[in-house]
């Protein structure tokens, strides 16, 4: 069969970077970030991120290819920030939210265990 192996979807090869950067030489303040071994998952919740940020005049994805596990996003930014400032941003404030999802799950987990050793 002409598929790739399914690993390759997930492992980044020895030598490549998770995420490059290009800076685009025709639009002021707007660069390319191609984000290795990630899909539409990511490149979505990145986008919507983005958007938040009112520095941000534009924010976009593509999948280049079906085949090809990477994500290209696309950032322009107004002079008040950069789009690396906004990508990092972005990613922190990802990082911050799944990270009070992950504690509020936990936490009504351990209500929900504590009510079933009650016998409820």
């Known amino acids: 069969m002409n598929a790739p192996d399914r690993y390759e979807r997930f492992v980044v090869p020895e030598g490549t970077k998770k995420v490059s950067y290009e800076r685009d030489t025709k639009i002021v ?4 970030f191609t984000v290795e071994r990630e899909d539409h998952t990511i490149g979505n919740i990145l986008r919507m991120q983005l958007h938040r940020d ?3 005049l534009f924010a976009g994805y593509k999948l280049p ?3 090809q596990y990477k994500i290209i996003v696309r950032i322009q930014t107004t002079s008040q920030s950069s789009p690396t400032q906004a990508y990092s941003q972005a990613i922190d404030d990802l990082d911050k ?3 009070y ?5 936990e936490d009504e987990k351990t209500r929900f265990e504590e009510k079933l050793r009650q016998g409820y």
């Open 65 to 67: 290819h079906p085949l």
């Open 29 to 32: 303040n707007a660069a390319s």
């Open 54 to 56: 009112p520095n941000v």
């Open 97 to 99: 939210e799944l990270d």
């Open 101 to 105: 999802l992950k504690k509020g799950f």
